[in-house]
């Protein structure tokens, strides 16, 4: 059943503007959180689960093979979404904006067929037996059918709105150059609010900002087997980011779902977090978000918003953009004993009437679960984002709940072997995201070879695939962490930077 658990009127709300944080005595949330995953629209992973009253996949979807010409058919959604997607479907700003299309939804078979790639991964879909663990988070607590992503593009534009509310005008994936804008991580160090993250191997974005660099921040980012031993010792900040591998290397695989890697080792992932959180001493006090950075350019039938949208800082992209409208649907789900089973949320407290949920809603209801001192917003659009505070802190319940799953475990797909997929990944081309990585230790660690977007010397030879691009990344990410202290104490033991 869909519970709403309240309704806010816009005309009562602000406009954009200071953020609202007044909470009603004692939060009973302590921490928070955030893991974000890679490239899944909310279609492609929980639009099939018969047992979830969300805006599913409709019956007899289908995408036609080309627009503008019926003659060429269509391509039915299915549910035999890929453990390992055979490419990388079409997702950048340009791409996006066709499978769209004006609203019509109707551009994402079209866009693999022009790239030449397989025609039915876009519309291949996961059900509760084959992702398992993120659609029983889904029935379990609370999950967003309309939370969207924050730009209509690729990665890392949309985890600079989540990690900063801000892309800075960017419309592209990282291009080796720091971010300058503010971290939502020294937002809230700033303001006395603790606050890190923790990496699986790969530094990856919780390397893209300057001020991650600062001696109060960088103490608190961290190896995510830290993550696991902070937990256990109830040590966590009251903020934490969790960055998923992207690197393959050794006998491991990523696990941050992008298409060309397991969706099953994700699942893994995000139910070891899980069960983690679970097991600890703060079960009761945290607030543990599972969401995505962007769709993927997988099919979603929902249009996304495109009206009242508000810019972040006034800037314009180089493609023209004004970040006017969203982009689509990815899957969300808020964890905690305090809210009740089975909950499909969309209400939320929204500023304007043009309100939605998006990646900055992190930010904004964060501030607010947190009761963080002066929350001058990082940018228009955090003023603009819905919050869900509500549904952690005005729901029916009077204490935690005690009938949440113990423990959670992922369904390996029918031929998974391990060893043979750690060879298979090595051996891929390199996608953007270890480009990205390349590129921010040629300017950290070469710097006077460093042209804005370009490999430099130092990487020849290993940008060829996978697994010499990982090679490279973490040998250099150890270079650099040496020479600023990252990892080390100030009395030079193991540990954080001090």
Not at 353 to 368: G, K, Q, R, V
Not at 408 to 422: C, I
Request: glycine share 8%; aromatic share 10%.
């Amino acid at each position: 059943m869909k519970i709403s658990l309240f309704w806010v009127s816009a005309l009562l709300a602000p406009a954009y503007g200071a953020l609202s944080n007044e909470p009603d005595g004692d939060s009973r949330i302590k921490r928070v959180i955030v893991l974000m995953m890679e490239n899944r629209s909310f279609d492609h992973l929980l639009g099939l689960n018969p047992n979830l009253n969300v805006e599913g996949i409709p019956k007899g979807a289908s995408q036609p093979r080309d627009p503008d010409d019926p003659s060429l058919g269509t391509v039915p959604v299915t549910d035999g979404g890929y453990d390992v997607s055979p490419d990388d479907p079409q997702h950048s700003f340009e791409e996006t904006t066709k499978q769209i299309n004006n609203q019509r939804m109707d551009g994402f078979v079209r866009a693999s067929i022009l790239h030449g790639e397989e025609e039915t991964n876009p519309v291949s879909m996961f059900t509760p037996e084959s992702a398992p663990v993120i659609n029983t988070l889904a029935e379990e607590f609370a999950v967003f059918d309309h939370w969207y992503c924050s730009f209509p593009g690729s990665t890392d534009p949309n985890r600079a709105f989540a990690m900063g509310g801000t892309p800075d005008g960017v419309d592209t994936n990282f291009n080796g150059t720091l971010w300058g804008t503010q971290s939502y991580i020294d937002y809230l160090n700033e303001r006395g609010v603790d606050a890190g993250g923790y990496y699986q191997d790969d530094l990856w974005a919780l390397g893209y900002y300057e001020d991650f660099q600062k001696p109060g921040n960088a103490k608190n980012i961290k190896p995510m087997d830290d993550f696991f031993k902070d937990i256990e010792e109830d040590n966590l900040p009251s903020f934490t980011w969790l960055q998923p591998r992207s690197s393959t290397h050794d006998s491991v695989l990523p696990t941050w779902q992008h298409p060309d890697a397991p969706v099953s080792l994700g699942e893994d992932l995000y139910a070891s977090v899980y069960n983690a959180i679970r097991a600890s001493a703060g079960w009761n006090e945290t607030l543990f978000l599972l969401t995505y950075d962007e769709h993927g350019g997988f099919f979603d039938h929902v249009p996304p918003p495109n009206e009242g949208i508000p810019n972040p800082d006034g800037k314009i992209s180089p493609q023209g953009f004004a970040y006017d409208r969203l982009g689509l649907r990815v899957p969300t789900i808020a964890i905690s004993p305090w809210i009740p089973k089975g909950v499909v949320y969309n209400e939320g407290f929204a500023p304007t009437s043009t309100s939605e949920f998006d990646s900055t809603s992190i930010i904004a209801t964060t501030n607010e679960l947190l009761n963080v001192p002066n929350p001058t917003p990082l940018s228009d659009r955090v003023s603009w984002a819905k919050r869900f505070t509500d549904l952690l802190l005005k729901n029916d319940l009077t204490e935690p709940r005690t009938d949440c799953p113990m423990t959670l475990s992922s369904a390996k797909t029918e031929g998974f072997h391990h060893e043979d997929m750690v060879t298979l990944q090595k051996a891929k081309p390199i996608n953007e995201h270890l480009e990205a990585q390349i590129l921010m230790f040629c300017n950290l660690n070469y710097n006077e070879q460093f042209v804005e977007g370009e490999f430099c010397e130092a990487a020849k030879g290993y940008t060829e695939n996978q697994g010499l691009a990982s090679e490279w990344i973490l040998r250099e990410q150890k270079i650099w962490m040496e020479k600023v202290g990252w990892g080390k104490t100030e009395g030079g033991e193991e540990g954080a930077v001090a």
